[in-house]
């Protein structure tokens, strides 16, 4: 049984049986004091061993399957505990060798060990948090009437226009000279995509709006929580290579509801882990991540401010920012944190200029697009990109040539707009940057089981 299951349902007297993991043991005489864990929630569990057999050697790590009684405690910060009527040892740990065994490590050290750390308190409270993360959005956009529906991660097309994509090949690249090279009339050889597995060259998405918005033009609202890929070269705490994409499609919409909708799946969220999270973020508020619980309450009632990309840059124009963005460029980090500080909370920033957002964007007479990115307090900075997407078939065509976009890839896109156009729009947002914001973790490496990016991929 579950230990979370044995806290929440089990009376006291009941005979229970408790396996998981040592986070520590400590000796009395002739009495051991050992709090366990299974995982399955913040707190663990204390067992009580009277008499024990000196014989087996408890140490943190080690796993162990106990049968006893539950009881009262005295204790403070536990209601009760087990009084151990057997125990035995299902797999040592050598005290030696065991990294947790001895110290507490720093966020920075524990990412040496990305196969053990959740197990430790920190790492717990951030995953299990970020599994109701994604109950939590899956509810929110069932109540919503959104389908579920995930594209395709390997894709001909490079949605971004080529921004830092993984190519694909089923071909070992260690050994070239056993590649299928054609050799040009100058002399050089070009890799014989023919021969690869797709017969032509592939990729890693970058992003799945695209075949989420031919889904959507028959479906109506769906979204996705696909895995997307970037490779650029970047080791900023806030970048990976592999991230979680959620991403919505809709159609008959316009932009401020795009942006109603994102408020409220946020604001749904905070009050989601309020009720089924409160004892992880109070673990994380204790220690790693003060001031998370008020942070969670603050968001739920937040005010979300909205201010035009032109007006942005005025406004900025008053801030004490190192660098001054101009009127058609793009926000630093430093711009963004400023603007939510000083409207003291979450921002839409809108209308931003189409020749710095992609061809798919909606476009307005003014030279800007229908578009929005969301920035966020405690230094989350960009949450949401979303846009309305243009329906209209000559426009888009017309911005692909300019931005220098394949059109043959993008026949099944352009059809969308042949056939039945409609209004639609939609938006991303990355779930680990989410669950920095839910958890106060400022590093992206550490609400991700197992990391990669730019020089890793250890597992």
């Known amino acids: 049984m579950k230990i979370k299951k044995i806290l929440n349902d089990c009376n006291v007297n009941e005979n229970v049986t408790v396996s998981g993991w040592v986070m520590t043991c400590r000796k009395q005489k002739n009495m051991s004091f050992i709090k366990v864990t299974d995982g399955s929630c913040t707190d663990g569990i204390q067992l009580i061993w009277e008499d024990c057999d000196d014989q087996i050697k408890i140490n943190t790590g080690c796993s162990i399957k106990s049968t006893g009684k539950l009881v009262e405690s005295p204790a403070k910060g536990q209601k009760v505990e087990v ?3 057997k125990l035995e040892i299902l797999g040592k740990a050598d005290p030696d060798d065991y990294p947790f065994a001895k110290t507490r490590m720093g966020l920075d050290t524990l990412r040496n060990f990305i196969h053990l750390r959740p197990r430790t308190g920190v790492f717990g409270n951030v995953f299990r948090i970020k599994s109701a993360i994604t109950q939590g959005t899956h509810e929110f956009f069932k109540n919503e009437d959104y389908f579920h529906l995930d594209p395709n991660v390997i894709t001909i097309n490079e949605c971004e226009g080529g921004a830092g994509v993984f190519q694909v090949t089923e071909n070992d690249l260690t050994e070239t000279s056993k590649l299928p090279l054609l050799k040009q009339k100058d002399g050089s050889t ?9 017969n032509k060259p592939v990729y890693l998405t970058v992003s799945s709006q695209l075949q989420l918005e031919a889904l959507s033009c028959a479906l109506g609202a769906v979204y996705t929580t696909n895995k997307s890929f970037r490779s650029e070269h970047s080791s900023t705490s806030k970048h990976v290579s592999e991230f979680t994409h959620l991403e919505i499609e809709d159609i008959f919409i316009s932009m401020e509801d795009l942006m109603n909708i994102g408020e409220r799946y946020i ?67 430093e711009a963004e944190n400023w603007l939510t500080k000083h409207f003291n909370g979450p921002v839409f920033v809108t209308h931003w200029p189409i020749n710095i957002k992609s061809f798919y964007m909606k476009q307005c007479d003014d030279g800007t697009c229908e578009s929005f990115d969301l920035l966020m307090p405690y230094k989350i900075g960009e949450l949401i990109g979303g846009s309305m997407r243009e329906e209209n078939y000559d426009k888009l065509l017309s911005k692909m040539k300019e931005k220098n976009v394949s059109e043959e890839d993008l026949k099944f896109y352009t059809d969308l707009r042949k056939f039945g156009t409609v209004p639609h729009g939609g938006f991303g947002l990355g779930v680990d940057r ?24 250890e597992l």
């Open 267 to 333: 604001k749904f969220l905070c009050a989601y882990l309020q009720e089924n999270c409160m004892g992880e973020l109070q673990g994380l508020n204790s220690f790693v991540s003060k001031g998370i619980v008020e942070r969670i309450e603050t968001l739920k009632t937040a005010e979300f401010h909205k201010i035009t990309h032109k007006d942005a840059i005025d406004l900025l124009q008053t801030s004490d920012i190192s660098v001054k963005p101009k009127q058609g460029e793009d926000l630093s980090s």
């Open 190 to 198: 070009k890799y014989d995509w023919s021969k690869d597995h797709f």
């Open 83 to 85: 009084r151990v009527e």
């Open 434 to 457: 989410l669950c920095m914001l839910f958890t106060g973790m400022e590093n992206i490496r550490d609400v991700i089981p197992f990391p990669v990016a730019y020089k890793s991929c």
